[in-house]
């Protein structure tokens, strides 16, 4: 048997992810695009010839309206804008660039003869970053586009960064799925969505069956493997990007299963528990028999899901996972909000949901 594909979002411990040098080193080769627009063709050519000898990757237009529509199609982290341009002239073009909505900021430079104190300070209050007059020395153009590659690698590694420490506030590190703070922050907004369209929603509540003696016969390594596998299959037996699985505690997990009933709920238990019961996992310590608990609930009647609270339904799916590991473990009791006991027909004979 293939040993089990194991997801570990922990980072090195060598490795601090809030230091944006990091993500600055790792995007150093990718290209640094820029955007002429200059209306005067010799002027472009040349400004072009000048990226491409630095190491940039030129991009051109010869008007504001033009420029708009290349940023459009292609993400160019600096632009170098011609003042007086026919249709739309640098400043209007600046003004417009910073009230686009963009995931990226774009280092904008003016290029033009107008010189005067007035003029400059026209330009940076339009949103320019810098002021290049033309005519400067290509060293003088180059050593101003490298401060705009620094400052944009910069924004991108400070964005990445904080889009990881995001994910990482919501994920768990060992298994990679949400994580309880993730649960407990969006499982109410499925809940209103579900009120506002009158949609059912379920959820599982899973605990691993003695997974505190398989920790302590063969090792914590071995423990962490065999919830790394469970979390994989758990999400390998849900729809993706609809359902999700959430580790709500040490060996306990939570699926939340928007627009879905009981019966599709029961269904999915069963699914997640017979690829569990079925298929040992494969760890450092060997392969190991594994088997879930579980417990399903859902919310289908508008009365319900207007009565119902998070923290209620959450009670009612462990409630029920505590009647499976009093039943025996390795099943799902399946029942209905406010049901004391699984309706009748949830429950084979060996106590095993049925579907």
Request: aromatic letters at 4%; one cysteine or more; glycine letters at 6%.
């Given at each position: ?214 920790n302590d016969e063969f090792g914590h390594e071995a423990g962490d493997e065999i919830l790394q596998a469970f ?73 319900d899901l207007s009565a119902v609270s998070v923290r209620e339904l959450l009670r009612a799916a462990d409630r ?36």
């Open positions: 048997m293939h040993p089990e594909r194991r997801v570990s979002l922990a980072p090195s411990p060598r490795i601090d992810l809030n230091d944006s040098n990091i993500f600055m080193l790792a995007e150093a080769s990718l290209p640094c695009r820029v955007l002429i627009v200059e209306d005067d063709p010799l002027v472009a050519r040349q400004l072009s010839s000048l990226l491409k000898s630095g190491g940039y990757e030129p991009h051109s237009a010869s008007s504001g309206h033009e420029a708009l529509s290349v940023l459009d199609e292609t993400i160019c982290q600096i632009v170098i804008t011609d003042w007086q341009m026919p249709d739309m002239d640098g400043l209007a073009l600046c003004r417009q660039l910073r009230l686009r909505p963009v995931d990226a900021y774009t280092y904008v430079l003016i290029h033009t003869v107008r010189d005067s104190t007035s003029d400059i300070l026209a330009g940076l209050a339009a949103g320019a970053d810098d002021y290049l007059i033309k005519g400067a020395t290509q060293a003088e153009i180059l050593a101003r586009l490298e401060v705009g590659r620094r400052t944009t690698h910069l924004d991108r590694s400070l964005r990445k960064s904080n889009e990881m420490n995001r994910r990482m506030s919501v994920t768990d590190a060992l298994t990679g799925v949400h994580n309880r703070r993730f649960l407990m922050k969006y499982l109410p907004r499925e809940l209103e969505r579900s009120r506002r369209y009158n949609h059912p929603l379920a959820v599982i509540s899973c605990d691993l069956d003695d997974f505190k003696r398989l979390a994989h299959r758990a999400c390998n037996c849900i729809r993706q990007g609809i359902d999700w699985v959430a580790r709500s505690g040490g060996e306990e997990f939570v699926i939340v299963l928007p627009e879905t009933g009981l019966s599709g709920a029961s269904r999915a238990a069963e699914r997640l528990r017979q690829v569990l019961a079925t298929e040992p996992i494969s760890t450092s310590s060997g392969l190991l028999a594994v088997t879930v608990s579980m417990g399903v609930t859902a919310l289908e009647t508008a009365r029920y996972l505590f009647a499976s590991k009093h039943r025996g473990k390795d099943r799902a009791t399946v029942a209905a909000i406010g049901d004391a006991v699984a309706r009748p027909g949830e429950q084979t004979e060996s106590g095993r949901a049925t579907h």
